[in-house]
Structure formats: structure tokens, C-alpha cells
């Protein structure tokens, strides 16, 4: 008897990921020239590399800083003002598929920013350092935004100045509240705290449908790219609904030993930076695995 496998229509990538990839799609089809994209598009090896092998070159800030007059395009999580600047002096002819729920952040601490800094007031921004769309909002604040990540980080906070709390857009709802909480009730001498929700709704409320889903199931696969931040918080979710859940990049990472003993049902689930074609890349290996026929089209 084999198993269930059901893909979850609710994954895969969210609107930003769905729009940088149509816009690299439409450039590659539009023109032969070099188009080029300013960090990987989305963080996820194979999709990366298909768009590679459609004539996109993925470049790091040393190159993009050496180009001249070249077609580079912008992916969803933002840049800071400095890599626009650049861009102009340099020329480029620039696809800017920024995601829209990011630009709006980034005004917003901009405009916060401007108007706490003759204040003696520090921006926070809740998320993962060193991440793209965390640099870009540091950025907004000419690099003086405190970035908070772990506990530890909260000690570079000075409590007795304004303080303005913002997010990553794809961070956790529950974490960002914690913080709220936290940094609230340490302010000292009346000094002002202003936070703004800015995590992405519908990021966010994957995160309790993904531990649903792999509940309905007993056997869990998620599949993400190693690099993706929100491929990481999401498959947590997914071990809180099914312990018996595995981390997959690719069908190759599929193993029959994974699938022993052989579950009832297998659930498929992935990142917003995953494709459908990726999941259904894995539910093909899985059916590969245990001899299962491919599904006849209705």
C-alpha cells in the first residue's frame, strides 16, 4: 500500500520572490544584453540556477561596484540609498524588483530616522544581521540602526534615548511582540518607544499553516535552499506540527532511509523563497523512491 503525498498549494514563493523572478524572465526575453542581479535573486540554489542557464549572471557588490552602464536588476529585499547612488554614478540601467512591502519599510524608517536623529534617538530593527533586506534598511539610517538578533544585542540599546522599533519583514510575529514587550518595559526617564509592525502578513501567517499541515501528516519533507532565513524559522514550525519532518534542497537530498517505516501520508511543504516545481521535483523523487506510478492528469 503506498502512501499519500500532498503538496501544499500554500507554499512556494510569496509575491516578492513571484515578482523579482517574472521581472528577470521579462528582461531575459526582452533583450540579449548582460542582465545581471546584484546577489542571488532568491535563496534558493536551483531556482538561481535556472534563471543562470536562461542568461542571468549573479554578481556580488565587488563586481556590481566595477560595471558601467550594464542592465542590473534589484531583487525583492531592497537596497540601501548608497547602492542606488552607485548605481546612478555608474550608470546602470536598473530593474528595480524591490518587493513593495519592503519599500514601504524602508520609507518608514527613513522617515523615522530623520526625525529621532537630532533627538539623540536610535532606530532597532528586529531581524538576522548580515541579511540582504536587513542591510538595506540599516541603510536608511546611514548605518546607525541597531540590529537585534539575539538577547545579547539588546545591550547595545541606550534606554534612557527615543527609541523606534521596526522588523524584517519576514521575521516572527511572536518574536517581534516578545521584543516589544521587553524593550518597553526597560525605557528609562520617560524617554519615548514607537514600534510599527512591519512583518509581511503573508509571510507570517504561514508559519501556523505550515505546522498545521505537517500535523496532517506522518511524514513531513520541507523543502527550502540552504541560505534561506525564512526557510530556517519555517521548517521549526513544521517540527513543532510532525517531529518526524526532514530539511531538503533538492530531490536529491530525498533518502529512502527518510521514508522508512513507510508512512500512511507524506506531506510536501517549502519556503516562500521554494518553487512549486521544486516540491514537485521532490514528490516525483519520492514516487521514484518506493516504485509509486507518476499521477494520471485528470
Partial sequence: MFPTIEIDQQSGFCFGVINAVKHAERELEKSSEELYCLGDIVHNNQEVERLEAKGMQTIDYEAFKKLEGKRVLFRAHGEAPVIYQLARERNIELVDATCPVVLALQKKVRRKFAELEPLGGQIVIYGKKGHAE????????????????????????????????????????????????????????????????????????????????????????????????????LFGYCQKGNERSHFVSSPDDVLLEMLTPLPKSIGICGATSTPMWQMEEVATRVRQLLGMPEPTEE
Fill in 134 to 233: 536587513v542591510n538595506g534598511l540599516v541603510g536608511q539610517t546611514d548605518g546607525k540602526a541597531i540590529v537585534v538578533q539575539s538577547p545579547e544585542d539588546i545591550e547595545q540599546i541606550d534606554f534612557t534615548r527615543p527609541i523606534a522599533l521596526f522588523s524584517q519583514t519576514t521575521q516572527s510575529l511572536t518574536g517581534f511582540h516578545e521584543l516589544i514587550q521587553t524593550l518597553s518595559s526597560r525605557m528609562i526617564g520617560g524617554a519615548s518607544f514607537d514600534y510599527q509592525d512591519s512583518i509581511c502578513r503573508q509571510v507570517s501567517n504561514r508559519m501556523p499553516h505550515i505546522q498545521e499541515f505537517s500535523s496532517q501528516h506522518e511524514l513531513t519533507l520541507f523543502v527550502a535552499g540552504s541560505k534561506s532565513s525564512n526557510g530556517k524559522v
